[in-house]
């Protein structure tokens, strides 16, 4: 099937930057929208960026102006650059993509989700 597999969590102090990426691997048609969601303890999960397979992006108010998000298609890949951190980006952070997917028979659109990477915000 498809798996997304995230890396680049970690701690990091405030005002510091990280670079996610998350890497879709298995019978991949196509990918559509790619996109990071987070979730902090206690709180629901918000979306933070999203990108389109054409390239348009679209961010969460309060990410905008620090975090960049951006994809390489060949490698079915997507990175958040996030920069300016502060305390309250602390999540722990998901991909997710629509992805088209191949089974042989027919080809048809999933959303998957990665398994999450945390990110620690704190001096």
């Known amino acids: 099937q498809v798996q997304l597999v995230e890396s680049g969590g970690g701690l990091v102090q405030p005002g510091g930057s990280l670079r996610l990426s998350c890497a879709a691997s298995?019978?991949?048609?196509?990918?559509?929208?790619m996109g990071w969601y987070r979730q902090a303890p206690g709180k629901q999960r918000e979306l933070v960026a999203v990108?389109?397979?054409?390239?348009?992006?679209n961010y969460a108010d309060s990410v905008k102006g620090r975090f960049a998000i951006s994809r390489d298609n060949a490698k079915n890949t997507v990175y958040l650059q996030m920069n300016s951190l502060k305390p309250e980006d602390a999540a722990v952070y998901y991909c997710?993509?629509?992805?088209?997917?191949?089974?042989?028979?027919?080809?048809?659109?999933?959303?998957?989700w990665g398994q999450g990477t945390p990110v620690t915000v704190s001096s």
């Open positions: 298995g019978s991949i048609f196509a990918i559509n929208a």
């Open positions: 997710n993509a629509v992805i088209m997917v191949d089974s042989g028979k027919s080809i048809r659109s999933y959303r998957y």
């Open positions: 990108i389109s397979s054409g390239g348009s992006t």
